[in-house]
């Protein structure tokens, strides 16, 4: 059965310091999403990596996936306040909607 | 443009009563996914519908059920409520061709609470 692992699960930084989330999955995939979640609320789409070294960025954050490794990272540049929340890593494919989720990197941001 | 919506937000039942979870996807979007929300956890993937049926299920016990209506909204029902089936329930949507992009959209989530 697919696993996916997030680390750390949770994490506290300065402002201004970067800092790296991983995940690692158990199986084949051929697709890697990054979801942002506040606090009682629904999940935010941040990336959708669909092949071996896709990389994108937006703002601080910045995602890579190396599908060999089973393993994706998201970067987070001079951390500010407003990214403190929970990051969910997933993995899914192309036949399914099916998607498989981490548990969870809870990253508070404190000046 | 609105996302997809889901109704309730919030509600409470008592257990061994039954619940109906109702959700209308992004305009334009044909298939729709459930999935329930733990507290503290990440999200578990219920089941899948499209065209009216349902294409793909998760490890849930057929207390959980679904449907899918001719205008793609979708319902989810969970009979027998156990205190255990306290979440958030996430609809997600796609569009056509959404299996190329990656695209899927969740909405705010229903909080259900089972006293």
């Known amino acids: 059965e697919l696993k996916v692992e997030q680390n750390p699960l949770f994490l506290s930084m300065q402002e201004g310091k970067n800092y790296t989330i991983y995940c690692n999955y158990s199986t084949t995939s051929d697709r890697l999403y990054w979801y942002r979640q506040d606090p009682g609320k629904s999940l935010e789409s941040l990336f959708v990596?669909?092949?071996?070294?896709a990389v994108k960025q937006e703002g601080r954050l910045m995602a890579s996936l190396d599908t060999k490794a089973r393993l994706s990272t998201l970067h987070i540049t001079a951390a500010v306040h407003d990214l403190s929340a929970t990051y969910f890593c997933?993995?899914?494919?192309?036949?399914?909607?099916?998607?498989?989720f981490g548990t969870g990197t809870r990253l508070q941001v404190f000046p | 443009d609105a996302g997809v919506t889901q109704s309730p937000t919030h509600l409470i039942k008592t257990r061994g009563q039954q619940v109906t979870l109702r959700c209308s996807p992004k305009?334009?979007?044909?298939?729709v996914s459930w999935y329930q929300q733990a507290l503290g956890q990440g999200p578990q993937f219920i089941f899948q519908y499209y065209e009216e049926e349902e294409r793909q299920r998760g490890n849930f016990p057929d207390r959980f059920s679904g449907h899918q209506f001719p205008n793609y909204s979708s319902e989810l029902n969970v009979n027998a409520l156990l205190l255990g089936d306290s979440a958030l329930y996430l609809c997600?949507?796609?569009?056509?061709?959404?299996?190329?992009?990656?695209?899927?959209?969740f909405g705010e989530g229903s909080r259900l609470t089972v006293l």
């Open positions: 997933a993995v899914g494919s192309y036949n399914t909607d099916k998607l498989i």
């Open positions: 997600a949507s796609r569009p056509p061709g959404g299996r190329d992009t990656g695209e899927l959209f």
């Open positions: 990596l669909l092949s071996n070294g």
């Open positions: 305009s334009g979007h044909d298939t």
